[in-house]
């Protein structure tokens, strides 16, 4: 199982905007160069991320990012959800999907337990918790 990379970056630019201590928030080009990530690709991520709203312009256009609430407030799977609608390792786990096997099918237990795992292990992490490991690394 692989999470895509606007997943996997969109959780390290809220961990460079979380980092950032200044008032003017962190430009996009420096999350950029830091994470190394093309700037381009960075733009789609950073929409994301604001119309989940986890994120804001500090000043409007052409200025810094923040976040919108405390890191401690920001768990994982809200950075999750700003690309994709839910957590669901097969095609069964997700909303809606109409499986023919649903009623007698002995792996969905197990598959579906597997998945709220996953879930609450995004649950239980804060970007907090990212700050503070990323920190103890430096």
Excluded at 88 to 101: R, S
Excluded at 119 to 132: A, C, N, P, R
Aim: hydrophobic share 40%.
């Amino acid at each position: 199982m692989r999470f895509n990379t606007k997943i996997r970056y969109g959780i390290r630019a809220m961990l460079e905007i979380a980092l950032d201590e200044t008032e003017n928030g962190v430009f996009q080009k420096d999350i950029a160069l830091r994470q190394r990530i093309s700037v381009k690709y960075l733009d789609n991520i950073i929409a994301s991320l604001k119309v989940s709203g986890l994120i804001i312009n500090n000043k409007g256009r052409k200025s810094g990012y923040r976040l919108s609430q405390k890191p401690s407030e920001i768990k994982l799977l809200d950075i999750y959800k700003a690309f994709e609608p839910a957590i669901a390792i097969v095609d069964c786990m997700e909303h809606g999907y109409d499986c023919k096997l649903s009623k007698t099918c002995g792996v969905r237990a197990f598959w579906e337990g597997l998945n709220n795992q996953i879930v609450l292990y995004f649950q239980s992490f804060t970007l907090e918790d990212l700050l503070k490991e990323h920190k103890s690394r430096i």
